[in-house]
């Protein structure tokens, strides 16, 4: 790095010179010196990221398109997001050293490992299926190429023999020795044939040897250099050099491979494999346990403030380093000078070619969190708890907010506002003027009061928080996208719109693009972080359309105009299906037996590539869509009787999905219980025997209803036959009686008035009985027919009464039928009721109403006495009233006082 020295400029006329403590940290303050760091174009993949070893000696790509890589352990594949290891012991490698590998394009790959025998790997097998022996002398060294004019043909050969082995894809069994041709092909190479099927065959020339030396991408060829790294030349002229000292992990290059979606691929001792990407290139800067807390651009240089220091970058490297202390929170950068916001104040520096210079330490306990500068030029900065600062002349005037001080970040708007933001209490609103305008929070419409980034676009407002991103427009929300619109993560590090015109969200986790009405994850560009993925830090620098962001360990820059997903995503393709150990051929209908354990689907690995990884996902009925757990097997346990839906698709990590062609139809049989010719027999027998009991019922019931119409025609018959007694009997006792107190009425005149007394009583004794010789007779009667009864009854009783003047009436709006019996007990309360009223309540007056409605109601009032309630409970017939009234079903209802007692009996 540079080294340069600090140069602090004296202010006589200022009250802010410098302190005792600013003259120390003159001191403190220097250009760290040392080897410099540069930027890397490449990334690396070693045992760090999982890799089983750092020792690489080749790599290729099979007929699959899977990875392969021959190491010192044995091959190693990626797979599903894995790398897989095949040894001698798993896999019948006679050596782990796998010196060379060259896939055939067809079925395999042939090896040549330890400096044994060369042998043939089946990729889909993962097994080794043929072996070469007696190939070679001993001392001698072989090489295996790929020949150069026929593709069905590998070569195995040493530069000490004048011989080649080749090897037909088409016939592993077969190796062909062959001798060169003494002529040429008219370019100075040997030809080597071979009679093939009657035919003279051109196998290889001399060229095969001719080991590959440079590989191009984008214009760019790339030469690796053993020893040296990896130069990078464009139309003759070398650009740079990709070494250890700017992101290669090792010079020692072994051999380079180029995929067929143009990303290259290094291999090398000691530094696992390197990869330069076909799209979203990008530069990494190495931060050694960086955590970033502000990003600055002046004159074409980023300065980077992290743990205490400012890193310069240029586009090539690290250039220098000022250490401003532990305690530094944030800086800004205002044309050549630079303010530094601490624990302890505001520091400003003038940023000069070749040196920094301190103007100002101005003391400040609260610690500052953003700096920027108004409209009109001044220095303003928020801080932690004690709201906002402007400058005003040589002094900074304190501006307190309503709702909360604690200002963890500012934001400036399009329209010359500013944004205040808390993870705690929401925003508030400020104008050009620092005044705050009006706060939001979770009270009056956002989603959450912990918010992260703000960025303001003409009308539109774009909130961050951890619960996703929302859009507001005149401070009203119109949008929310969250995790079902594909959010991901728990802070939001930036929000901003590129040169393009696409809005970008970033999080810890996440670079996304919002896309209509969802968030399409960027996962393709995750290389950022290296064994530390999560984002510490991101920031927009809009003069380059350059997004930074920031790992624990390193600090990557993209060109936004590069930044393209993936598309690439292969579609699912079954292979076989195994239900509990057994095979089933591939179908998308499956039938699986009722006590299933488990079914296997197997699919073809869709993530082959590590730079392409894709995943595979499953929907079984109407549950959501859940990844593979197990690479491409799908393993589903028992399942119910009944028809299951299963639908595959496969989804890279930008999103873009594939479908499997058709949804799997899983037939589950039902057990025998639930088959149909079984449950057809169950319902027969419970037809059966459910026809013989209803039979049986009925028969009992009909039975029942005939003894009982024989027992009822009995009853009728002992009514009938004791009516005819009382008739004939007692009523014509009564009758005689009658006539006999007439004939003393005719002979005794003087004693009249006891006979009239006598004749009523016997009245009233035959008139009870024809009610009762009534009621045996007729089961039913009308409403009307029992109120004529005691309308009669009431008339004649108070004939007797004359002191006692009676009034009824009626409302009979319906002329229902009823019982005999509920007539009667009507009659029997009324009966008791009047004779109460007679006997105890001095009453000169009784009013009776009669209604039928939708219920009978009947009442009997008069203006006597009352009673108290001692005698309501114990006396005058009212149990036995209230009893008869239950009976039938009526509820006696009862009012007493001095102005008299009203009685109620009511049809419940």
């Not at 490449?42 to 690489?56: K, M």
């Not at 936004?560 to 699912?572: A, D, G, L, S």
């Not at 006997?839 to 009776?848: F, T």
Request: with cysteine; charged share 25%.
């Amino acid at each position: 790095m540079q080294s340069g020295t600090i140069v602090t400029h004296k202010y006589p006329n200022s009250r802010w010179q410098p302190s005792f403590g600013a003259l120390l940290i003159l001191f403190i303050l220097c250009w760290q010196s040392g080897n410099a760091q540069y930027a890397s174009v490449i990334e690396n993949i070693t045992e760090n990221e999982g890799l089983p070893t750092n020792y690489i000696f080749n790599i290729t790509q099979d007929h699959n398109g899977f990875l392969w890589l021959g190491s010192d352990k044995g091959l190693i594949k990626y797979s599903n997001g894995k790398f897989l290891t095949y040894d001698a012991d798993n896999s019948g490698l006679p050596g782990n050293y796998i010196h060379h590998a060259v896939a055939d394009g067809k079925s395999g790959m042939f090896i040549c490992a330890a400096g044994k025998d060369l042998v043939f790997f089946d990729t889909n097998r993962t097994r080794v299926t043929h072996r070469y022996h007696n190939l070679g002398r001993k001392g001698l060294t072989y090489g295996l190429y790929r020949s150069d004019v026929h593709p069905d043909f590998t070569v195995f050969a040493s530069e000490s023999e004048p011989f080649i082995y080749a090897i037909n894809r088409n016939r592993l069994t077969e190796i062909i020795k062959i001798f060169a041709q003494k002529q040429t092909d008219g370019k100075g190479a040997e030809q080597y044939f071979s009679l093939i099927d009657g035919r003279r065959v051109l196998v290889a020339t001399g060229r095969f040897k001719n080991e590959k030396t440079h590989v191009m991408q984008s214009g760019i060829k790339y030469s690796p250099k053993f020893g040296v790294g990896i130069v990078r030349s464009a139309k003759g002229n070398v650009l740079d050099t990709i070494s250890e000292k700017n992101g290669l992990e090792s010079h020692m290059l072994t051999d380079f491979h180029r995929t067929a979606d143009g990303h290259l691929y290094f291999s090398s001792l000691g530094g696992g494999f390197s990869f330069i990407r076909n799209e979203g290139h990008r530069k990494a800067y190495p931060l050694e346990n960086g955590k970033v807390r502000a990003i600055g651009f002046h004159n074409n240089k980023y300065y980077v403030l992290s743990r205490g220091s400012v890193f310069v970058l240029n586009s090539r490297k690290i250039e220098s380093r000022l250490s401003l202390g532990r305690d530094a929170l944030t800086l800004f950068i205002d044309k050549d000078l630079l303010y530094a916001g601490t624990f302890k104040g505001l520091v400003i520096y003038r940023l000069g070619e070749k040196d920094i210079r301190l103007l100002k330490s101005i003391p400040f306990t609260d610690g500052i969190s953003r700096i920027f500068k108004t409209a009109d030029g001044k220095t303003a900065f928020s801080s932690y708890g004690n709201g906002m600062f402007i400058q005003e002349g040589e002094e900074f005037r304190n501006i307190r907010l309503p709702v909360f001080n604690n200002i963890e970040n500012l934001f400036k708007g399009q329209k010359g506002n500013y944004f205040a933001t808390s993870y705690e209490s929401g925003y508030t609103e400020l104008n050009s003027d620092l005044q705050a305008v009006k706060s939001y929070s979770r009270e009056n419409g956002l989603n959450s009061n912990n918010i992260n980034y703000l960025f303001s676009e003409k009308d539109t407002l774009w909130v961050g928080s951890p619960t996703g991103l929302s859009g507001r427009l005149n401070n009203k929300q119109f949008q929310s996208l969250s995790a079902e619109q594909g959010f991901s993560g728990h802070q939001v590090k930036c929000i901003f719109r590129c040169k393009q015109g696409r809005l970008w969200i970033v999080t810890n986790r996440m670079i996304m693009e919002k896309v209509k009405e969802e968030l399409r994850p960027f996962g393709s560009f995750s290389g950022y972080g290296g064994n530390s993925p999560y984002i510490t830090y991101a920031h927009y620098i809009p003069e380059k359309d350059e997004l930074l962001i920031a790992t624990k360990n390193r600090l990557s820059v993209f060109a936004m105009r590069e930044m393209e997903p993936n598309r690439k995503v292969e579609t699912p393709v079954l292979k076989h299906i195994e239900a509990d150990g057994k095979v089933i051929t591939p179908s998308n209908h499956v039938e699986l037996q009722h006590d299933n354990l488990l079914t296997v689907f197997s699919f073809r690995t869709v993530d082959k590539d590590f730079l392409d990884y894709s995943k595979l996902y499953y929907k079984l009925g109407g549950a959501d869509w859940l990844p593979f757990t197990d690479g491409n097997l799908l393993k589903i346990t028992h399942q119910s009787s009944g028809r299951h839906l299963l639908q595959v698709k496969s989804r890279n990590q930008d999103g873009y999905e594939k479908m499997y062609p058709a949804d799997i139809q899983i037939w589950v049989q039902p057990p025998f219980y639930r088959s149909w010719w079984f449950v057809l027999s169950a319902i027969l027998t419970l037809v059966g025997v459910s026809s013989f009991v209803v039979y049986q019922y009925y028969r009992s019931k009909y039975e029942s209803k005939l003894h009982e119409s024989k027992l009822n025609e009995e009853i009728e018959d002992e009514r009938r036959r004791i009516s005819r007694d009382l008739h004939d009997n007692i009523g014509a006792y009564t009758t005689s009686l009658i006539m006999r107190i007439e004939n003393l009425e005719q002979k005794h005149g003087d004693r009249i008035g006891d006979l009239k007394d006598i004749r009523e009583i016997s009245y009233q004794i035959m008139s009870l009985l024809r009610q009762t010789i009534w009621v045996l007779k007729m089961r039913e009667t009308t409403v009307e027919n029992c109120y004529e009864g005691l309308l009669s009854y009431s008339t004649r009783y108070f004939k007797t009464v004359p002191d006692i003047q009676l009034n009824i009436t009626e409302n009979i709006a319906v002329n229902r039928s009823m019982e005999s019996s509920k007539s009667i007990s009507v009659f029997r309360i009324v009966q008791e009721a009047l004779h109460n009223i007679v006997k105890h309540s001095g009453a000169d007056r009784v009013d009776i109403h009669f209604e039928s409605t939708d219920k009978l109601r009947l009442t009997v009032r008069d203006n006597g006495k009352g009673f108290s309630d001692n005698e309501k409970s114990n006396g005058f017939g009212i149990s036995n009233m209230k009893a008869r009234a239950n009976e039938m079903g009526f509820e006696l209802k009862m009012k007493t006082g001095p102005e008299g007692t009203e009685i109620t009996i009511e049809e419940q």
